[in-house]
């Protein structure tokens, strides 16, 4: 988590109103795909760190700064691309205040069976993104 959390905090400030969100996918004890939401705030994180895992994915442990999405915007849910991938485990650091996302990515995933822990370095997590979160507490 704490390199995802890096990788978030490397992007703090480009990706527009999105929040920067790292993402690192680990099999086998190895980093076999890494992401960053990109500038602009798309692609997401995990759709990055995706693309460079490529097969890799299936059966591995996501470790991402923020719950995945979960709702049809400007780009598919990012919970959707983890389920569809294979991915046996999701580390999330915190869940997302954003209503359209709210506990829904998470749930999508424990409902298609992934172990999904919830919590792992949240109060970095929170610094990270203090004013994605600040936009989504009012």
Same mark, same amino acid.
Request: proline share 4%; with cysteine; glycine share 12%.
């Given at each position: 988590?704490?390199?995802?959390?890096?990788?978030?905090?490397?992007?703090?400030?480009?990706?527009?109103?999105?929040?920067?969100?790292?993402?690192?996918?680990?099999?086998d004890g190895k980093i076999v795909g890494q992401g960053?939401? #990109?500038?602009? /705030?798309?692609?997401?994180?995990?759709? =990055? !760190? $995706?693309?460079? %895992? +490529?097969r890799q994915a299936k059966g591995a442990s996501v470790?991402?700064?923020?719950?995945?999405? #979960?709702?049809? /915007?400007?780009?598919?849910?990012?919970? =959707? !691309? $983890?389920?569809? %991938? +294979?991915?046996?485990?999701?580390?999330?650091?915190?869940?997302?205040?954003?209503?359209?996302v709210h506990w829904r990515g998470a749930a999508l995933?424990?409902?298609?069976?992934?172990?999904?822990?919830?919590?792992?370095?949240?109060?970095?997590?929170?610094?990270?993104?203090?004013?994605?979160?600040?936009?989504?507490?009012?």
């Amino acid at each position: 988590m704490r390199k995802a959390l890096a990788l978030s905090w490397e992007q703090k400030g480009r990706t527009g109103e999105n929040p920067a969100v790292g993402c690192v996918i680990v099999k086998d004890g190895k980093i076999v795909g890494q992401g960053v939401t #990109s500038d602009g /705030g798309r692609p997401h994180g995990e759709t =990055n !760190a $995706l693309q460079v %895992a +490529g097969r890799q994915a299936k059966g591995a442990s996501v470790y991402v700064a923020l719950e995945p999405c #979960s709702h049809y /915007g400007q780009t598919a849910p990012c919970a =959707n !691309a $983890l389920i569809e %991938a +294979g991915i046996a485990q999701c580390v999330i650091a915190v869940i997302d205040p954003d209503p359209r996302v709210h506990w829904r990515g998470a749930a999508l995933l424990q409902e298609a069976g992934i172990d999904t822990i919830i919590g792992v370095c949240e109060d970095d997590a929170f610094q990270v993104n203090a004013d994605f979160f600040a936009r989504h507490s009012k």
